[in-house]
Structures are given as structure tokens and as C-alpha cells.
């Protein structure tokens, strides 16, 4: 996935970027900071999905069979934690920002995967192992991730794919937390269950970050094209004034002209009218300006 370049007003021209809102520079640098954050959420999410997509590829030559079946197991479920976090921590960057989520104390603790506890002087302290069961963690995420970007993206859990999920779960748990050697077999059903959730997850997820990609870029284009009508206001606004001036500058000359005793009495009366006029009308766009 394309990724902006470090400079968030790089599409800004160089002339025109002091003069950009401090509003419209914030909403500039956000928007950017999330779509990196997406972007690298994309890229853990592929990187770990092509462990994944190896192990079972090798696993699928292998005549042993049980000892890739595992890894599959375990290689599936660091895919799918590390994207949990991941989309946690992207929430968190819309809290309060400029997509205005407003999660609770709560919500944001379990983003943070923070705990509190009382020591023994009293003292607040944090524990960072607030965490939940993975399918619980994972519709969580979803959900916030979701709240986040005013998106309408839906985790699928009325399928096959989510039911296939859970009981992927009970397996990698017994395999995690053998009690005996039977609790270490992978048998042909158990991996064809993993296939099937790596199939659900791949589509909830893939669909997730398109979804979110489509929200942020032309939103960060749309922001950007504000900061350029804002600055071309200024550009116009500073057109008039320099017009303005010209017409001082008017008045000035034919002052100057008259002081110089250049002209005839009438042709300095008629330029005095005319400098008058100017004065005036001059006087009336400042005030027009002013209010």
C-alpha cells in the first residue's frame, strides 16, 4: 500500500504553506498520521498472512504433518492479535481528534489494554495486560475501529467463517495448554477448520482496510484543497489591498505634481477633484474592509 511522503503539505506549494491555518495544518497532520498508521497496519497485516500462506504451503509438501500443523495454528493466531492491536491503536488516534470519537474511560483502557491498581502507598498504578479473549478482543477492535471512522463496515458474524472462528480457538487453546499427548494432534477436520477462519478473517479485514483507506485519503485531499481556497482567499484579499495602494499611489503622484507647480491653476483643480474622489472612495473600501 502507497504511503505519503514525510511532509504532510508536500501537495501544498512551497510559497503558499506559512500562510496555511493552523486549523487546516492540524487537520492536515492527522488525517496523514492515520493513514500512515493504516498503511502500517496493512503492511504487518500482509507480512504476517504471507508467514502464514508459507507455513501452510510447506506444511502441505510435509509428510510429518503435525509439527507444521501446529506452527499453522500458532502462526494464524499471531496474525490475528497482531492486527487486533493494531486497529486498537489506530481507534485511538481518532479519539478527539478530527474524526471527533468520543470513546469512554473504559473503551479507551481496553484500547490502551491498561489496567489500574492501588500499591501499597496508595499510589495509582497501571498494568498493561488488560486483555480480553481473543474473539471478544477482536470484535472489540473491529467495532471501535469502525466507531472511529464513521465507517459502515461490519464484522461478519452471522457466517460460517465466524462459528469456524471459536472452535479454531478451543483448538489452538488445547494445543497451547496440552494436558496429554492427544491434545497435540492436528488432525485433517482441525485444519480445515483454520483454513476456513483465515478465509473469513482475510475477507473481514481486507475489506476493513480498503474501507478505511477510502475514507481517509479524500478526506486529507479534501482538507488539503481547503488550505489552498484559504491561502488563495488571502492571495485575493492581498490583490485588493495592493490595488488599493496603487490608487494612493495615484493620488500621491498627482499631489506631488501639483506641489511641483507643473500644471496649469484649471488642470489642478480638475486634478484635485479627481484626487479627492479617489481619497473618498478609497476611504469607503478600507471602512467596507474594516467591518
Known sequence: MSRETDDPFAAIPEHMKNNIPADVKQKIVENQTLQAAICELSDL????????????????????????????????????????????????????????????????????????????????????????????????????FVEGFGLLTKLEVDR??????????????????????????????????????????????????????????????????????NIQSIVNNAMSVFEKAGKVESVIAILDELVAGNSEISEIENKLGVARRELNILKKEIVSDLI
Open 45 to 144: 497485516y500482509a507480512l504476517l498472512k504471507q508467514d502464514v500462506s508459507e507455513l501452510h504451503e510447506f506444511g502441505s509438501q510435509s509428510e510429518s504433518g503435525q509439527a507444521w500443523r501446529r506452527s499453522s495454528y500458532r502462526a494464524v493466531f499471531s496474525w490475528i492479535e497482531g492486527v487486533v492491536y493494531q486497529m486498537k491503536q489506530i481507534a485511538l488516534q481518532t479519539q478527539g481528534g478530527y474524526y471527533q470519537a468520543s470513546f469512554s474511560r473504559a473503551e479507551i483502557a481496553f484500547l490502551r489494554e491498561e489496567s489500574y491498581y492501588l500499591d501499597e502507598k496508595g499510589k495509582v498504578k497501571v498494568r498493561y495486560n488488560n486483555f480480553a479473549k481473543i474473539n471478544r478482543n477482536l470484535r472489540f477492535a473491529y467495532l471501535k
Open 160 to 229: 460460517q467463517g465466524w462459528e469456524k472462528f471459536l472452535e479454531a480457538i478451543k483448538i489452538r487453546n488445547r494445543l497451547t495448554h496440552p494436558k496429554c499427548v492427544d491434545d497435540l494432534v492436528v488432525t485433517d477436520e482441525n485444519m480445515e477448520v483454520l483454513i476456513e477462519t483465515i478465509n473469513w478473517f482475510d475477507a473481514q479485514i481486507s475489506k476493513l482496510i480498503d474501507d478505511a483507506m477510502a475514507t481517509v485519503i479524500p478526506t486529507l485531499e479534501r482538507i488539503r484543497g481547503e488550505g489552498k481556497e
